[in-house]
């Protein structure tokens, strides 16, 4: 199962502020990830966030289409309140309030991914 990362600088010394706003994070409201047809093309299984000075990291776990995920996290309500909170300590406003944007940040921001390893791929076997 694949990872990703997406970046966000942020303001250095915020780090319990940035906390706080993740404490009341609004889940999506389905983890099945559909395409325009209504076809299952991925699954977000898991989510983490982590900051340190001026840099805050989302680790994505998902299946299937990335692309998919992010089209899907654009069109989540708690996504968005996020954002708008966020947005006083960030170190570059961006314009996330549109799909289209929203859309450009996160591939903008995904970090390139150079190792992935898992149980499943140890030579030992699982």
């Known amino acids: 199962m694949p990872y990703a990362a997406i970046t966000y600088p942020v303001k250095p010394g915020h780090e319990e502020e940035i906390a706080a706003i993740f404490a009341d994070f609004q889940r999506v409201d389905t983890p099945v990830i559909s395409n325009e047809s209504g076809a299952?093309?991925?699954?977000?299984?898991?989510?983490?966030?982590?900051?340190?000075?001026?840099?805050?990291?989302?680790?994505?776990?998902?299946?299937?289409?990335?692309?998919?995920?992010?089209?899907?996290?654009?069109r989540q309500r708690g996504v968005h309140l996020i954002e708008e909170k966020l947005a006083p300590y960030l170190l570059r406003q961006r314009d996330t309030s549109t799909a289209q944007g929203f859309g450009a940040y996160f591939a903008a921001a995904t970090m390139r991914c150079i190792s992935q390893l898992s149980v499943d791929t140890h030579p030992a076997g699982s």
């Open 40 to 74: 299952e093309v991925g699954k977000l299984l898991g989510t983490a966030v982590f900051i340190k000075d001026d840099v805050m990291i989302r680790v994505i776990h998902y299946e299937g289409d990335f692309s998919a995920i992010g089209r899907h996290m654009s």
